[in-house]
């Protein structure tokens, strides 16, 4: 049943003397909360505001994650090797994306992957190489701490619940921080109680594809960077210069997260034609904001006018 079509129940006729309430005691706080839910609202089904503008705000967001977690590594590691020795280039290289890390931690409370990945692997190079002396080895066991960072992606995928945690796909941790973490859907429902639920989480509770999607690029996540150690176990046994072993290194954690960014954005457009689909009739079936909206005006209408009878009264008495 359409918002438009609910008959006017005791809980309309309810929440109705209920807005009429809160406006005399707060004549605009109700009216404006109604108000914003239905103007400009993000809704299953619907557009998201201002796309264009999200859009850039998306590439500008992934150019500078690139530019810290793969442009100023390479470009500090190239930079000082030949100033300083090679183990502690690969130390200093690892800095700026583990910086960045950290200040997106305490920030927003969330965790750049990228960047603790290859900050991670050079200072963990760096280090293990001071120790050895070693700097192919440091390499390998660069590598290694990608393959721990994928088998903690095919962790995640385990359905791990508990009354205060739940275990989610880390690509599902990392598309609800990074796609629609400021997109939240307010809405409402049938007994003119005001809901919200982030957009993200409305996917994985009511959209089935979405949920497979995101365990599907988790688990590729996962094998990919393990895959990664393989690559680097060759590299390290093979007659490749140190400086080759890195450039290679890095251009394999590129090709790795690009890929995996295509298969992202391939599978949420996918995800976002079905989520529109089943969001529209969730939409209408579950959201009366318009329906509570139109009750509140009319019943503002009809204070306005009996407000005028009033005063016309008061005129014609006079």
Same mark, same amino acid.
């Given at each position: 049943?359409?918002?438009?079509?609910?008959?006017?129940? !005791?809980?309309?006729?309810?929440?109705?003397?209920?807005?009429?309430?809160?406006?005399? &005691?707060?004549?605009?706080?109700?009216?404006?909360?109604? &108000?914003?839910?239905?103007?400009?609202?993000?809704?299953? %089904? *619907?557009? /998201?505001?201002?796309? %264009?503008?999200?859009?850039?705000?998306?590439?500008?967001?992934? =150019?500078?994650?690139?530019?810290?977690?793969? %442009?100023?590594?390479?470009?500090?590691?190239?930079?000082?090797?030949?100033?300083?020795?090679?183990?502690?280039?690969?130390?200093?290289?690892? +800095?700026?994306?583990?910086?960045?890390?950290?200040?997106?931690?305490?920030?927003?409370?969330?965790?750049?992957?990228? $960047?603790?990945?290859?900050?991670?692997?050079?200072?963990?190079? =760096?280090?293990?190489?001071?120790?050895? $002396?070693?700097?192919?080895?440091? /390499?390998?066991?660069?590598?290694?701490?990608?393959?721990?960072?994928?088998?903690?992606?095919?962790?995640?995928?385990?359905?791990?619940?508990?009354?205060?945690?739940?275990?989610?796909?880390?690509?599902?941790?990392?598309?609800?921080?990074?796609?629609?973490?400021?997109?939240?859907?307010?809405?409402?429902?049938?007994?003119?109680? &005001?809901?919200?639920? $982030?957009?993200?989480?409305?996917?994985?509770?009511?959209?089935?594809?979405?949920?497979?999607?995101?365990?599907?690029?988790?688990?590729?996540?996962?094998?990919?960077?393990?895959?990664?150690?393989?690559?680097?176990? /060759?590299?390290?046994?093979? !007659?490749?210069?140190?400086? &080759?072993?890195?450039?290679?290194?890095? +251009?394999?954690?590129?090709?790795?997260?690009?890929?995996?960014?295509?298969?992202?954005?391939?599978?949420?457009?996918?995800?976002?034609?079905?989520?529109? #689909?089943? =969001?529209?009739?969730?939409?209408?079936?579950?959201?009366?904001?318009?329906?509570?909206?139109?009750?509140?005006?009319?019943?503002? #209408? /009809?204070?306005?006018?009996? *407000?005028?009878?009033?005063?016309?009264?008061?005129?014609?008495?006079?």
């Amino acid at each position: 049943m359409s918002t438009t079509e609910m008959p006017e129940t !005791s809980r309309a006729r309810s929440y109705n003397t209920s807005c009429n309430k809160n406006q005399s &005691e707060q004549p605009d706080n109700k009216q404006v909360k109604i &108000e914003a839910y239905s103007e400009s609202r993000h809704v299953p %089904g *619907g557009k /998201i505001p201002n796309l %264009g503008k999200w859009i850039l705000r998306q590439l500008m967001a992934l =150019g500078l994650i690139l530019l810290i977690d793969v %442009g100023i590594p390479l470009a500090l590691y190239y930079g000082l090797r030949n100033v300083l020795d090679v183990l502690y280039s690969l130390i200093i290289s690892g +800095i700026p994306p583990f910086l960045w890390v950290i200040y997106g931690f305490i920030r927003h409370r969330r965790i750049d992957a990228l $960047g603790l990945i290859i900050g991670l692997s050079f200072i963990v190079s =760096g280090v293990i190489s001071l120790i050895n $002396g070693d700097a192919r080895i440091a /390499i390998l066991r660069e590598a290694v701490v990608t393959a721990v960072v994928g088998t903690m992606f095919l962790v995640t995928l385990i359905p791990i619940r508990s009354k205060r945690f739940t275990m989610r796909p880390m690509a599902y941790t990392m598309f609800r921080q990074m796609v629609f973490s400021e997109f939240i859907y307010r809405w409402i429902d049938k007994d003119g109680k &005001e809901q919200e639920m $982030g957009v993200a989480e409305w996917q994985w509770q009511h959209v089935r594809q979405f949920r497979i999607s995101m365990f599907l690029q988790t688990t590729m996540w996962g094998i990919l960077l393990d895959m990664e150690l393989v690559a680097a176990v /060759i590299m390290v046994k093979s !007659s490749l210069t140190l400086d &080759e072993v890195v450039a290679y290194n890095n +251009i394999i954690t590129s090709l790795v997260v690009a890929l995996q960014i295509v298969v992202s954005i391939a599978a949420l457009i996918y995800c976002y034609r079905v989520s529109k #689909r089943i =969001g529209a009739a969730w939409t209408r079936e579950n959201d009366y904001t318009d329906y509570y909206s139109k009750l509140n005006n009319d019943s503002n #209408r /009809i204070k306005e006018d009996n *407000g005028d009878a009033r005063h016309h009264h008061t005129v014609h008495m006079a």
